[in-house]
């Protein structure tokens, strides 16, 4: 089994930041490539983008490029979301996931999800 832990979900401004981090622990074998997706109520979860966690590699969605970063930790076995100039539309629950590699993350195939933490952005 894998456990996820997200946190460093919140309250802010448009135009702010935030960092939001997703611990990781369990069975390393299968911590192949991890990611973010995020959900707003009425709505299908969405995937924001992933890393693998073997060499770093990277894939976004083309909703946040330029936007947001992922990056991990590996001594610290975490991952993280950097968020900055945040709009309204960003608004929703951020989920952490992993999976076998970016391509089924990608494609919404995830083997374990974390709670998730919520992100709230309001004038």
């Known amino acids: 089994q894998v456990q996820l832990a997200e946190s460093g979900g919140g309250l802010v401004q448009p135009g702010d930041s935030l960092r939001l981090s997703c611990e990781v622990s369990?069975?390393?074998?299968?911590?192949?490539?991890m990611g973010w997706f995020r959900q707003v109520p009425g709505k299908e979860r969405e995937f924001i983008g992933g890393?693998?966690?073997?060499?770093?590699?990277?894939l976004y969605a083309d909703s946040v490029k330029g936007r947001f970063t992922i990056d991990r930790d590996s001594a610290k076995n975490t991952m993280y979301l950097q968020l900055n100039n945040l709009k309204l539309d960003d608004t929703a629950k951020y989920y952490c996931?992993?999976?076998?590699?970016?391509?089924?993350?990608?494609?919404?195939?995830?083997?374990?999800w974390g709670q998730g933490t919520p992100v709230t952005v309001s004038s």
């Open positions: 369990g069975r390393t074998f299968s911590r192949h490539a």
């Open positions: 890393i693998r966690w073997r060499d770093g590699g990277k």
């Open positions: 996931s992993a999976g076998v590699n970016l391509s089924m993350l990608a494609a919404g195939r995830v083997a374990y």
